[in-house]
Each structure stands twice: as C-alpha cells, then as structure tokens.
C-alpha cells in the first residue's frame, strides 16, 4: 500500500517541475440528473476523467461546440450551476485487485460486500483496443455448460459468443450458473485453467448476493469474480460495467487463461445507454435508441475470441424478451453479432420442461466443429430425430396414438423419451461421458 502512495507522489511531484500538472479548469452551466454541461474546458478529450470542485468525479462524455457533456460517476455533494470542474489529462480508467477473486467488486476497486478498497490494485483501462485478426485462432474447443441439451444439441466453444435469450424467469441466469458450477469439475480433472466472469448490470443488490450465495454453496467462487453495477448506482456507472468486466477477462487471457464471461443482462444495458443519450440530447432513433447503439455492442462483444497464446474469452450475454418476441430492436442486433442463440420459452417452462429451450430457434453456427468426434456423431443423430419430433409433434399432438401408422407412432414415442432425457435439474451437469450414456440407446 505505501509503495503505490509513494509511486503516486513522485509521478505528482515530477509532473509539478516539468509543470506538466496545470489543467483547464471550467464551470458547470448545466445540470440535469447524472449529465451536466460545462464551459471553459478548451483541450479535454473524449472521456478523459475530470473532477467537480470536491463534489464529483465523471468522464466527457460529449464535446461540443463551445461547451462539453460529463457524465458523473461519483456525487459527494450536490452539484450545481457555477461548480468548478477540473480536467486531469488522464482518461477515465477503472480499478481492479488481483485478489478480488470469489468477491463481488464495482468498477472502483470496492469489495461491495465489505464496503471497503483492495490495498494492492491497479488502474485498467475501460476499453482496451480490439484484438486484431491476426491475433486470433479457430475456435474449436468445447466449453461445456454440463447442460445436455447445450451440449449435446447446441454447443459452445471455447471463444465463442453464445446468446442466451428468454421472457422474465425463464431459467436465463441459471443456464450461465450452471455453466460457471459446472467449470469446477473441468478444474478438478485439470483440463484447462479457468476463469468465470459474472457481469451483473443494473441488478439489485439482494439479486447479486442470491448468485454469490449459489456459487459460494458449490464451491465455484474460487475461479469466479462478480463485477457488479447495482440498480442504486449511476446510469454511466452501469454503461460502463460490461466494458470493464471484458477488460479484466482481456488480462487473464494475455495470461493463457480460458474465460467465461456472462453479461446479466444487454437488454438492461441497452435500455440505459439510451437514457443516458436521451438526457445528453443525442438525436433518438428506432425505439429511441441512439444511431450507435449497434456498434457498441459489437465492439463489446467483439472482445470474445481464442487468443493466439492459447487463451480464450467465451461470452454469454444474455437479453430479456417480452412476450417470447425475440425479433425486437435489441435482440436481432445482438443476434446478428452472437456466433447463435439459446432461446428459452415460457411455453416450455410452463409444461415442466427444464431448461425451458426452444429447440427449434435456438442455433449454434460452429456445431459440430467445438464437438468431439463421439459426441458429435451422437449429437447430429439426436438433433435430427428430436427436431423432426418437434415439427410432428405440431401437427399430432391432439391425435390418438392407436390410429397413427407404426412409422409414426414410433417417432412420436423416441421423440417422447428425448424430451424426458433432456429434462435436467439445475446445478446436476453431466460429462461427455455421462451425455453419451445417456443418450446412446436414444440414437439407434
């Protein structure tokens, strides 16, 4: 702790003799919630950091004509016309501990479970450089959820960007839960270094203490951090969270570590970055989101890939749908920009069928090619007799089994018993191993 503070003071007392710690200095003219508009402030760039006169902290959010948009991050006092701000030079930048593993922390480097800061941390930027495409490699290990159904049907590799998307209580969080529960026995038979990421936006602090309370039962904290934005913290503060949990996970990449991040949830996020840009008086589009509300979260998800030193960043944003419509705003965007999609349906959830998949939406683009060969084959077999049950099911379902032709009737009952097999209790993941078992006498 004292090496950093005096690390701290010498860099300030060097910048005082080259005197290169004078700074513009502004008024505010403008307040309205967390934004306020500013004066004076000539050289300040995009979103370096700046200090309100002993009652803030925030970032330029926006330069204007003769003026500049800050958001605030941090309010002691409030704020008011005619406040001093402060630039500092610097931009905006987060803090993370090494040691916050297995804690729930925010963007300033504070254990919210114990209120207080780490005593070793560093400054992480919020946004690093995307990886380059030459910096990347195929992606074609599995990560597994432990989830038949994601498994076996829809697989996951390793650096791929897998949405998962449903109505309100749906089991979305649970999917991400059971697939952080479930790396435990991948670490247990020394497969792979791992890192889980839970990236919580705008939840409420009882929501986020219920998920630590889960993982800390199953033993799952020791290789899992929370990066948590509360519903009582400020709209920039929940904008900014996703893009410094993937900052954290950039880092324990560049160390040869496999990552899973899940984000709960883009829909929140979306629908605070457009308050934000609506308070900043950016010009409204569809829905009243802002023009770019695609591209960030493409570049934020543009950050999952396998990593040319053999890491990866996995990401599992998950979106919240209204009504099971997930051809919305939002939800195509980010469909677009996702490598497939596990759709969960309230129908499902309502007939006892957990997870709650829609098979016949949900897709994953690389398929078989995250797949080991014994699975894969199984897998193609399953899906092909499951998916063709679905469509049958449709149309029969009301009829009298006695009156279907043999064919028929023997297609409904497998595709009966796969339904049953694929039911799964939360937190019980099963192996490859256990799947093929399973699943074996289904595929003949």
Known sequence: MSTHIEDLLNEKIEKIKNQENVFDSGKVIKVKDYIIEATGLENVKYFEKVNIWEKGMGYVNQINENSVTIAIVKEYAPIVVGDIVNATGEPFKAIFAKQAIGRIVDIFGV??????????????????????????????????????????????????RQLIIGDKKTGKTQIA?????????????????????YIAVGKTKKEIKSIYNELLKRNALSYTLIVAATNDDKQPVVSLIPFVGLSIAEEYMKMKKDVIVVIDDLKKHADTYREISLVSNKTPGRE????????????????????????????????????????????TNI??????????????????????????????????????????????????????????????????????????????????????????????????????????????
């Open 111 to 160: 254990d919210l479970l114990t209120g207080r800061a780490f005593d070793q941390f560093e400054y992480i930027d919020v946004e690093n450089p995307t990886i380059p495409i030459m910096d990347r490699r195929e992606v074609k290990r599995p990560m597994l959820t432990g989830i038949a159904g994601i498994d076996l049907i829809y697989p996951i590799g390793k650096g791929q």
């Open 177 to 197: 839960l059971d697939t952080i529960v479930n790396q435990g026995k991948q670490l247990a038979n020394n497969e792979n270094d791992i890192i889980c990421i």
């Open 288 to 331: 009243a989101y802002p023009a770019d509300i695609f591209y960030l979260h493409a570049r934020l998800l543009e950050k999952g890939c396998q990593y040319k030193n053999g890491g990866s960043i996995t990401i599992l944003p998950i979106v919240e749908t209204k009504g099971g419509d997930i051809t919305d705003y939002i939800s």
């Open 335 to 444: 469909i677009s920009i996702t490598d497939g999609q596990i759709v969960l349906s309230e129908k499902e959830f309502g007939k006892g069928n957990k997870p709650a998949i829609n098979y016949g939406n949900s897709v994953s683009r690389l398929g078989g090619a995250v797949q080991k060969e014994d699975i894969k084959k199984l897998g193609a077999t399953i899906r092909r007799k499951f998916l063709s049950y679905l469509e049958t099911k449709e149309v029969y379902e009301l009829a009298n089994m006695d009156e279907m032709s043999p064919e028929l009737r023997k297609k409904m009952q497998e595709g009966k018993q796969i339904q049953e097999a694929l039911n799964q209790q939360k937190f019980s993941p099963l192996s490859n191993a256990e799947i093929i078992e399973k699943f074996e006498p289904l595929g003949d």
